[in-house]
């Protein structure tokens, strides 16, 4: 299997540059699109999961509804995009929000290529304290 074939790495880091500009702008349509849609698919979040698309969009509407002034907009740091083969890639980045002084928040998404293009098949999202714990 080839990693990282050229043409391949770049659509990935393309379309997970789109999917990062449609999550700053909170466009929910895009971040849809972008997900698989298949009850197989999920999202683990910060304080939320959710199993296929159904879950998927009533979260992203009712996050928008609940925090409409919410500033998502954020510092990617050390992304990492691997590409396996021409159909298979995962995307891992931090992020930190000015919002959220003092933690390091985690991404990871696993990408496939459909018919139709890229999608996000599996994503989890996390937050911590962005210095590690004396110990």
């Not at 979260?59 to 021409?86: E, M, N, Q």
């Amino acid at each position: 299997m080839e990693v990282n074939i050229p043409e391949v790495l770049a659509e990935v880091t393309a379309i997970f540059e789109a999917y990062e500009a449609a999550f700053v702008a909170d466009d929910t349509d895009e971040l849809a699109r972008l997900f698989w849609s298949d009850a197989r698919v999920l999202r683990y979040g910060i304080a939320d999961m959710q199993h296929g698309p159904e879950e998927l969009a009533a979260f992203r509407v009712a996050f928008s509804a609940a925090f409409p002034a919410f500033d998502l907009a954020r510092d990617l740091d050390r992304t990492v995009i691997t590409t396996f083969g021409r159909d298979f890639a995962t995307a891992s980045t931090l992020f930190r929000r000015a919002s959220a002084p003092g933690q390091v928040g985690r991404q990871m998404q696993t990408w496939a290529r459909f018919a139709d293009g890229w999608k996000v098949v599996a994503a989890h999202v996390s937050l911590v304290a962005d210095e590690p714990a004396e110990g």
